[in-house]
Nanobody, 120 residues
Framework: QVQLVESGGGLVQAGGSLRLSCAASGSIFRLNVMGWYRQSPGKQRELVATVTSGGSTNYTDSVKGRFTIFRDNARNTVYLQMNSLKPEDTAVYYC??????????????WGQGTQVTVSS
């Protein structure tokens, strides 16, 4: 079992910043990809950003230049630094991790979600 615990959401004014954190714990042999997704009311969950164990990153176009994803491999933790926030960034943000357990079984785990609200 692999658990993900998120923190760092909240209410911020447009133009402000927030940093999300997600710590993975459990039977983790290898964490391949960690990422952040978000879901707004009435919309499907969408990819925000991902980062591989080697540090390669991928961002959805709407957050490029404003958000930065990075990870601390020693702590099995991924972060999302969000700057220049816009009201359309308002959503529940979910952490995701894909990897292998010590039993060499693939896992694809999700956090419980953290609310980010950007006021105009």
């Amino acid at each position: 079992q692999v658990q993900l615990v998120e923190s760092g959401g909240g209410l911020v004014q447009a133009g402000g910043s927030l940093r999300l954190s997600c710590a993975a714990s459990g039977s983790i042999f290898r964490l391949n990809v960690m990422g952040w997704y978000r879901q707004s009311p009435g919309k499907q969950r969408e990819l925000v950003a991902t980062v591989t164990s080697g540090g390669s990153t991928n961002y959805t176009d709407s957050v490029k230049g404003r958000f930065t994803i990075f990870r601390d491999n020693a702590r099995n933790t991924v972060y999302l630094q969000m700057n220049s926030l816009k009201p359309e960034d308002t959503a529940v943000y979910y952490c995701n991790a894909v990897g292998l357990t010590y039993a060499y079984r693939r896992f694809d785990s999700w956090g419980q979600g953290t609310q980010v609200t950007v006021s105009s």
